[in-house]
């Protein structure tokens, strides 16, 4: 052995790990040996941490760390970030270049201002979902001069006062997301346009803001992605005022823009021929006979997203022939037939990612057309294509050897045949066969015993599937990350002993299985250490002995769903008081809980929690210190 | 001096104003009168005086008339507020009356600038006998607005005495208006045509818009004068009755106050108020690094909370019961796991729950357990309540 890596220089193993992209991999790369494990400390550039106390220590052993990634930690408050930086001149907050502190909601103005007074080199900050942001954390977040991207989606009391700080504070910024900001009017969107000369990427997604915004952002000259879905106020103004200005323009997203007509997508073409994605889905009920008349202006489009509206069979003969590069088409809900995907495909070859859903009168012609045609489709979706046989999958498994995603869900013609042709595609990461009643145990060790990718499975209301099929889901699909098996009746304390083994799994969903008792919870819990998400919903039969177990191993449970189990008391508490990274806990409909084990729990866990689902009468039993102290944590509490 | 009569609006027409209004004008009309009986006696005696004095004579009285006239209109004007916007503009009765243009050299209080001095003793001027008739009491009471309004009047583009001043306000008028070739003075196009420039000074010896001081800044008009000397020379009577700080001299200028005192709410960080959000962020393009002000009540509503949980968490700290039988472990934990101090549910009223457990737990290593997912094994499962006896297998 240690001849080998007197072989592997530093440097050699630095190309390794460069070449690395899974966590996994990396993870087993660093438990290898210590060599491995300090060259994999220096090396690493990013860090995710999951509890902040460990983070002066660990920054201080990885130098390289400059992109920080504080949005799982469940308690980040002022207190946390004094702490953070209390140790003697912390030299790593120099390095830092990227901070995540995405549903860090505990986090107030002070807090981030120190953090970011102190991340002097600071380019790139995400504060999404942080509910409780307002103007004065747009701010302190305006001290960071260096600023190039800024995501505050859903940063809910962010106004024209707070966009106006980061416009003036962050004159570098290039991208800047301002999603379900509400309280953002056009006022502001003049300042920004002024201000931030050198964006390149805008979101305002459902803003209230109207065309007179459009006029503004029309004037940025180096603008290249506008995403304005759901922009109820803007009418075709607007988009007339985009398709005279915005000169760099190559993504335009008005999906859900639903004042626009036909003239507004026209004079967008005709300003911005070199347009690569156009995204307008919901905005037309039918497609407008002028926009397929100029797709021929449009020849480099890559993605075309006009999912709802109605596309004749002509219209995409036309839309073939002009768009020959199309990569991604959205038709979802656009009552697509046969020979309409025959004339798209008769164009566009290229077609990487197909969006059919809900076009339930396309047959297995259609896809025996698309898989001859389309070698490289990567994700294709076809939930609620009834018409669909096992035929179609068979073409699919001949001929589209690299399809990654695929979404079956709903397409009741699906069989276990079908899923045995369906393994042929061996690439595939994502499958989605929900409701999909046809298919069993016998149809999951086909996929099992083929597709060794697939992080990500949904058999929602999969009557036929029980634990024979976990069984050869464990074996096979190791890199199963998201599970769903809600309403598959048939699962029972057997299936999640197999799922035990399952190491990497992280999310799974198992609603409404009366089968499954505090055993069985109690073996899944102590096997699939990397839980973060799990939903109990109506899992009658488990009770304490199970929760005592997840309160035990689970330490890395983000989000759970207790509602309508058998959970009492004791159990509540030792489950929200143990688990230190609970983030999201829904508690809805708790027969063996008293008014005071609720009170207990959520005095158990309230510095941490972001989210709470409660029974509304307990808005008047709990007491009003709990509710308070929730609420001043940056709580959200959904009353039932 | 201060009589409130300067009123814009009808509802504030004050009947005592007006009478003393009357009685001015009574006044001067009988001033007129003795002059024109002087003239007429000097006739009867001697034919053939010297010319020069009856020039200056009829001067006198053309603008004594000239100033009764403006008077007797904007008395009027005051009964009459829409009449009075269009009349009282000095400009436009002089226009009326065919005075503009016209000067008679330098009387006591007014200093005429000369383009071209040609027609120096031509014709009589508008107001200049007025104010020499009147230099005890230079500040008339005649109707007017606000100084800005007299002083920039809306049909006379707005002087600059710097360069920068006027960029500054071109600015507001956008990008179009930055060239050199926009900012450059104008040209005096009609040099041949005489362009007379009327200065007013300040009868107030020493202030600098008296003639006789030596950075001498002439004013515009009369009602500068007037306005200039109440603001400068007079106590300030009024007080702003929302605020009760802000004080007055000048009735027009505590009703623009009034108007916003209160609503400014929209500050920026350079002191200006504003009281319109538009208006704030229009500011704020305009300037480089200015940036609105976050109103005070805000940062006290963050501050509020945080602070009550703070008090919240202590208490319940201190209020733990002693007698619990995990307390040891609790404490341990705390301190080993967590730097913040933290609810537990032992430190709560624990009655009617009965075997409640916290599995202990190792204090956390700096370990790279805290991405990896990794729990250290080594902790032992509680075997107490005997419902995992078989719980080490599980490992």
Known sequence: MDSILTLLTDDLLFKILSLLTDDSDRKSFRSTCTAFYRVDSLHRTHLRVLRPEFLPSLLSKLPRISSLDLSVCPRIDDNAVYLLLSSAAPIWTRRIKRLTLSRCSGLRFRGLETLVGNCVNLESVDVSYCSGFGDLEAAALSRAAELRELSLDKCANVSDVGLAKIAVGCPKLERLSLRWCFDITDIGVELLSKKCARLKQLDISYLKVSSESLRWISGMERLEILQMVGCGLVDDLGLHYIGKGCPSLEVLDISRCDKLSSSALGSVIKGHNSLLQLHASYCYSELPMTFVDQSKDLKNLKVLRIDGARVSDAMLKIISKNCRFLAEIGLGKCSVTDTGIMHLISGCVNLKVLNLTCCSELTDSAMLAVAESCHNLLCLKLECCNLLSERSLDYLGSHCILLEEIDLTDCSGINDKGLKYLSKCSELVSLKLGLCTSISDKGLSYVASNCFNIRELDLYRCAGIGDDGLASLSRGCKKLRKLILSYCGGVTDRGMECLSSLEELSDLELRGLPNITGAGLRKLAAGCRRLAELDLKLCENIDDSGFWALAYYSRNLQQINFSGTAISDVGLCMVMGNLTRLQDAKLVDLSNVSVNGFELGLRASCARLKKVKLLAFLRRRLSPEIIETLKARGCKIRWE | ?395
């Open chain 2, 1 to 395: 001096m201060s009589d409130p009569q300067e009123s814009n609006n009808t509802q504030d027409w004050d009947p005592r104003a007006m009478l003393n209004n009357l009685s001015f004008l009574e006044k001067k009309i009988h001033q007129l009168q003795d002059l024109v009986h002087v003239i007429v006696r000097r006739r009867a005696q001697s034919t053939g005086q010297a010319d020069e004095i009856l020039v200056q004579q009829q001067q006198l009285m053309t603008a004594d008339l000239t100033s009764i006239i403006v008077q007797l209109i904007s008395t009027a004007g005051s009964l009459l507020p829409s009449v009075k916007q269009t009349l009282c503009p000095e400009s436009s009765i002089s226009q009326q009356f065919g005075v503009t243009n016209q000067t008679a050299g330098v009387s006591d209080n007014v200093v005429f600038q000369h383009n071209n001095s040609v027609n120096k003793l031509e014709d009589p001027s508008d107001m200049t006998g007025f104010f020499g008739a009147e230099q005890n009491c230079p500040i008339e009471d005649h109707e007017m607005k606000s100084d800005d309004d007299a002083d920039e009047g809306e049909n006379l583009p707005p002087g600059f005495k710097r360069d920068a001043n006027l960029r500054m306000h071109m600015r507001g008028h956008g990008d179009e208006y930055k060239t050199p070739a926009a900012l450059a003075k104008p040209h005096k196009e009609s040099s041949s045509e005489p362009i007379l420039i009327k200065r007013y000074s300040c009868p107030y010896i020493g202030c600098k818009r008296n003639k006789d001081h030596k950075k001498f800044q002439p004013l515009k008009t009369i009602l500068c004068v007037k306005n200039h000397y109440k603001r400068t020379h007079c106590d300030k009577t009024y007080t702003c009755s929302r605020c009760n700080t802000k004080k007055f001299s000048v009735i027009a200028d505590l009703k623009t106050h009034e108007k916003h005192c209160g609503r400014d709410k929209w500050l920026c960080s350079c002191g200006t108020t504003f009281s319109r959000k538009d208006k704030l962020f229009g500011h704020i393009a305009l300037f480089q690094g200015h940036t609105p002000a976050i109103p005070v009540e805000e940062s006290k509503g963050s501050a509020g909370p945080s602070n009550k949980v703070e008090q919240l968490e202590f208490k319940y700290k201190s209020d733990a019961p002693s007698g619990s039988s995990c307390r040891n472990v609790m404490d341990l934990e705390r301190s080993g796991e967590d730097p913040i101090s933290y609810f537990s549910p032992l430190n709560f009223e624990t009655s009617g729950i009965d075997g409640f457990q916290e599995f202990p737990r190792p204090p956390f290593e700096d370990s790279e357990s805290s991405f990896s997912f990794l729990l250290s094994g080594s902790c032992d499962y509680p075997p107490k309540n005997g419902r995992y006896t078989g719980s080490n297998d599980m490992e």
